[in-house]
């Protein structure tokens, strides 16, 4: 007895009668004898919810949670409790793409809010309803830039990024007449010189410069007279960044951002092993139509009342078919809800308030460790919730202390990145962590050194 | 449907009103019919070169997205400002209201197009 | 414009001084990090001020105006709304799987990466394929994955100038546009005048510029492409490849699988036919399975068994790199997993075939009030056509989709595919019970006498929802897409 299959014997004889059939096998009876599936399916038959649970519930067992101090674009923040049990309801979770809008109003405004808390977290007043990732939603933003600009082909990507973003990127823009150039780093960070060089070799065929502030070491970015530089070229700047991040630090439309990208995992939603968080993006009204997937607008009814609705659909992959240019058909709706409804339950104050203490829990544990247990740091400068410091000891050595206590410490950007010098080390630190767990990293470092 | 006399007709939909060695270009009746109310028309630079048959504009209405091929080759000579506000003037009156205009650098390229007898044959014969 | 109160937005219900989110005491000193003025934002973000009960009631109230399975019929063609249960719901809340750092070693991820596995595992025994990758987010994405393997392995034979690929002209749009961004040019072939494809069609395009085609099957008419051998054996003949868009894999589950079909290349949709929700429009997942021939080419990190353990693969020097960040929605994945666990290969047998009974049910109920250009039988889906009845009476596909939405049933896919005029293409599932079903022949019964006998009032449905019929005009020419953007209302 399978209990998501409802029907009775009675009713499926009924229903056969109806159809003029003797049986479900005459339905099936089209399909070519050579390619039909003879036996059952090699795979175990159906089992009680409690006996799934149960399985279930010993794999969860075998993954070790940690205390995290690990970010590279995960983090663990903190997550009101209205937020799981607003997201669960499940008028929200059971619905489809909200293609009928009179009786979708609420997803619709939802992300018609969701589109308007990244509007103001960003500065830019376009936005949509959200993309799979922040990974992808750089790629996305690298093909408006190119669609916007004809025949330039050429993006400027900071070699800062997130080495996921570029290894996306490279996968995306394989096959296509587009070429990446990666701006080099000096000591963490990429310097206004490199840009304005690398814009003076290239010039028109420039599309597009691409940056991540706070970037894959934690640091932090000076983008003063990137947006001069970049515009005066006639290319788009386009900035990702940690979405709480921008509840102090400058947004993207300040630096003069042409399209802002990022990852709203951080707002409301767990690690989970990497997902499902949404990508976001916004950008100035003068792209506004060449912005990808769902978009939310807001419209009157035959009454010539309020209502949202779907729309600017005509970029959409289903009716621009083969000269679309981007795929994208779906969004992350329901992490879009979680997303918005953690930006609300926060409010202004509070996403300043998780802001600054981002940046006092990292500034903490980063001076300990520099200046008390003389770890050598690399970027030097600000940082936000993340930094990165030299290991002096094996990597075993460093590791074991904290596999003992239950602390995943952090990653090496070289386990992501094999260019990367394998003795630097990303830390962070979030608003969730506490004096007494700082603390045990304190004594893991000093056991690892010792 | 609409089909004057004086221009005309590729098998896209599109009308050509030729004046001296200028292709001046809209849809037809039938296209913006066909497309629905329309709500952005995507225009190309002034000055751009355009080969026949490359898309030359983009119009969009609330379901469908239509490119508008360049019937000739040339360049962009004028594109029609009112549209960028006022995209619904060619629902309103597709014959009365042009989209862009090409000076041709090759005008026999007009010549495989259809006159509006032609075109109203061309229109029995798809439904 | 009326704007009632519960329309009002977060942002318009600001309260200035309401009490927000307390964050635990901090025992970090403030104050410690040194960022220049320069660096930090001049203008603050407007996000809305609420407190925690007016938040809850913002919410709560807007979930109230919005359809989801759990509330009713759901027949949308190709989308397979089938029911999500709550015990998958339970898993995805597992500690052990959501308080999970990707970036944790292999070491502490054994539990995760086993359900990986094992997903990857039964998805093959469904599909008759051989591996495949949990990376791709939703089915275009996989389209696109399966995309970019494709050129992989043209390149990998040095036959890059492979570059010409075919999709029918019932296909979804998803499908050409996945190909085109993957460096394809894309060739569409028209279906017979039955509906189906036509082997022939293909003749033309059988040499060494052929990349391959992209198909569903059943078709997005509900019908189950027969030729699909034929299909195969003149593809792989050219040396083109077959790919699967799994949309309609609900069809078919132990009945046949595409990888005997001749497939290559499969991409499933879990939010489809592995029951995870849907969420208002995700997020999904949409793995990608391929043959032997296929494998070196997948994203990285691939899922590999060491002995009794576990681990990610980042060591493939022939991959095609990665379509997402991580390794996948993996909550979607719990979800999926879970169900599969549930259902087990009887029931997942017993789920096609119920959802094709159910079909043939409404097929055989509703043919002779509605035009249906294929009477049956049919598999999970059928479409029906308005056109007649738009010519005799005015009434379209929308209005019969509006006449639904009144009567609380969401509306089966309207105005797709594309080859059907004023279509309707409608999968119950197998979730639907005979009642349900018939229910909703009973109101396109009423609909159809009321296109007969006052069209009018079928023009003005709905009349009952939160919104009437909207103006999408308006939408599309003025739009305004945030609260910032207000401004540009054009009254």
């Known amino acids: ?450 | 449907m609409n089909v004057p006399e004086n221009l005309k007709y590729t098998e896209s939909h599109e009308w050509i009103r030729v004046e001296g060695d200028v292709a001046v270009i809209g849809i037809t009746d039938y296209a913006q019919d066909a497309l629905g109310d329309i709500v952005y028309v995507e225009m190309p630079d002034a000055d751009l070169a355009v080969t026949k048959g490359d898309e030359a504009v983009n119009i969009e209405s609330v379901k469908v997205a239509e490119a508008v091929y360049a019937p000739v080759s040339g360049s962009v000579k004028d594109i029609n400002d009112d549209l960028e506000n006022t995209p619904e003037l060619i629902n309103k009156d597709a014959y009365g209201t042009y989209i862009y205009s090409i000076a041709m650098s090759n005008p026999s390229e007009l010549d495989g197009y259809m006159d509006a007898a032609g075109y109203k044959a061309f229109l029995e014969a798809q439904d | 414009m009326k704007i009632e109160p519960d329309q009002l937005t977060a942002f318009e219900g600001t309260r200035p001084g309401a009490p927000g989110y307390r964050f635990p005491d901090a025992d970090i000193p403030a104050g410690k990090a040194s960022v220049p003025g320069s660096l930090r934002r001049k203008i603050q973000a407007a996000l809305p001020e609420l407190s925690e009960i007016e938040t809850v009631r913002h919410f709560t109230n807007l979930s109230g105006r919005n359809f989801g399975v759990d509330l009713g019929f759901y027949p949308l063609g190709s989308c397979t709304m089938k029911y999500n249960p709550k015990l998958n719901e339970d898993t995805a809340a597992l500690n052990g799987f959501s308080a999970l750092h990707p970036l944790q070693p292999d070491e502490d991820s054994q539990g995760v990466l086993e359900m990986n596995g094992r997903l990857i595992d039964g998805l093959c025994k469904i599909t008759g394929m051989a591996g495949g990758t949990l990376q791709p987010m939703a089915g275009a994405h996989g389209e696109f994955t399966g995309m970019k393997l494709f050129r992989a392995a043209f390149r990998a034979r040095g036959e890059e100038k492979r570059t010409r690929l075919l999709v029918p002209d019932s296909s979804h749009g998803t499908n050409p546009a996945s190909a085109h961004l993957a460096g394809f040019d894309v060739v569409t072939i028209p279906s017979g005048s039955d509906g189906m494809l036509d082997p022939s069609a293909l003749d033309p395009y059988l040499d060494d510029t052929l990349a391959g085609i992209m198909l569903t099957n059943p078709s997005t008419l509900g019908l189950f492409e027969t030729s699909i051998q034929e299909v195969a054996d003149k593809i792989h003949g050219a040396g083109g490849l077959l790919y699967y868009d799994g949309a309609n894999l609900n069809a078919v589950m132990g009945r046949t699988r595409p990888g005997d079909m001749g497939f290559d290349v499969v991409h499933i949709n879990l939010h489809k036919t592995f029951s995870t929700p849907h969420g208002g429009g995700g997020p999904g997942a949409g793995p990608v399975l391929v043959k032997e021939n296929l494998l070196p080419f997948l994203p990285v990190p691939v899922m590999v068994r060491a002995g009794d353990r576990w681990k990610r693969d980042w060591d493939r020097p022939q991959s095609i790199g990665k379509v997402s960040g991580w390794y996948g929605n993996t909550g979607v994945l719990v979800r999926a997993f879970t169900y599969m666990l549930s259902m087990g290969g009887n029931g997942l047998k017993r789920a096609s075939d119920l959802a094709v009974l159910n079909a043939n049910y409404l097929l055989a109920s509703l043919k002779d009030v509605y035009h249906a250009p294929y009477p049956g039988p049919c598999k999970h889906e059928f479409v029906l056509s308005a056109k007649t009845l738009k010519d005799t009476t005015g009434i379209a596909a929308m209005d019969i989709a509006k006449g639904l939405v009144e009567n609380g049933i969401h509306p089966p896919t309207v105005y797709f595919p594309l080859i059907v005029h004023e279509c309707m293409m409608i999968e119950p599932t197998e979730t639907e019970t005979k009642d349900s079903l018939d229910h909703f022949v009973d109101v396109m019964k009423e609909l159809r006498e009321l296109a007969d006998t006052n069209p009018e009032a079928l023009h003005q449905m709905p009349q009952s929802t939160a919104v009437r019929r909207v103006d999408e005009v308006r939408a599309a020419r003025s739009p305004v897409l945030s609260h910032m953007m207000i401004g540009d209302r054009p009254d």
């Open chain 1, 1 to 450: 007895m399978i209990p998501y299959l409802p029907h009775s014997e009675a009713e499926i004889e009924a229903m056969l009668k109806k159809i003029g059939v003797s049986s479900i096998e005459d339905l099936f009876s089209d399909i070519p004898e050579a390619i039909r599936f003879p036996k059952p399916l090699n795979m175990p038959d159906s089992l009680a919810e409690a006996d799934v649970f149960s399985e279930m519930g010993r794999m969860a067992d075998m993954n070790k949670t940690k205390l995290l101090f690990t970010g590279g674009g995960q983090y663990d923040h903190v997550i009101p409790s209205v937020v799981p049990h607003l997201t669960g309801r499940s008028e929200f979770v059971t619905a489809y793409t909200p293609y009928q809008p009179e009786m979708s109003q609420g997803i619709l405004q939802v992300l018609f809010e969701f589109q308007s808390a990244i509007a103001e977290i960003t500065g830019l007043p376009v936005s949509n309803a959200s993309l799979y990732d922040g990974h992808t939603a750089a790629s996305e933003a690298c093909t408006m830039a190119i669609n916007a600009r004809r025949k330039a082909h050429i993006m400027l990507v900071a070699g800062t990024i997130h080495p996921h973003t570029w290894t996306v990127l490279s996968t995306y823009f394989g096959d296509l007449d587009v070429k990446l150039v990666k701006l080099n780093e000096t000591a963490g960070r990429v310097e206004l010189k490199t840009l304005i060089a690398a814009l003076e070799k290239d010039g028109e065929n420039v599309a597009g410069v691409l940056v991540q502030t706070p970037n894959f070491y934690g640091a932090l970015e000076d983008l003063n007279g990137w947006g001069d530089a970049v515009h005066e070229a006639g290319a788009k700047l386009i900035i990702s960044a940690h979405p709480l991040s921008l509840g102090v630090l400058t947004s993207p439309a300040e630096w003069g951002a042409d399209i802002a990208i990022g990852d709203t995992q951080p707002l409301g939603l767990p690690p989970y092993f990497g997902g499902p968080s949404a990508g976001y993006i916004a950008c100035d009204k003068s792209m506004m139509r060449r912005l990808p997937g769902r978009i939310v607008g807001e419209t009157t009814d035959a009454d010539g009342k309020r209502a949202f609705v779907l729309t600017l659909q005509a970029r959409e992959q289903h009716i621009k078919r083969e000269r679309a240019t981007s795929n994208i058909c779906s969004n992350q709706s329901l992490a879009a809800l979680a997303n918005t409804i953690y930006m609300v339950a926060v409010g202004p104050g509070g996403f300043s308030e998780v802001s600054e203490r981002n940046l006092d829990a990292a500034a903490s544990l980063r001076k300990r460790l520099t200046e008390e247990l003389k770890l050598e740091d690399y970027t030097g400068g600000a940082v936000f919730n993340e930094f990165t410091v030299k290991i002096p000891v094996s990597r075993e050595k460093w590791l074991i202390p904290f596999e003992n206590a239950g602390i995943a410490p952090g990653f090496f950007p070289s386990d992501l990145d094999s260019s990367q010098p394998e003795n630097l080390f990303t830390i962070a630190v979030t608003e969730k962590r506490t004096a007494a767990e700082l603390e045990r990293y304190i004594e893991c470092t000093r056991e690892a050194l010792g």
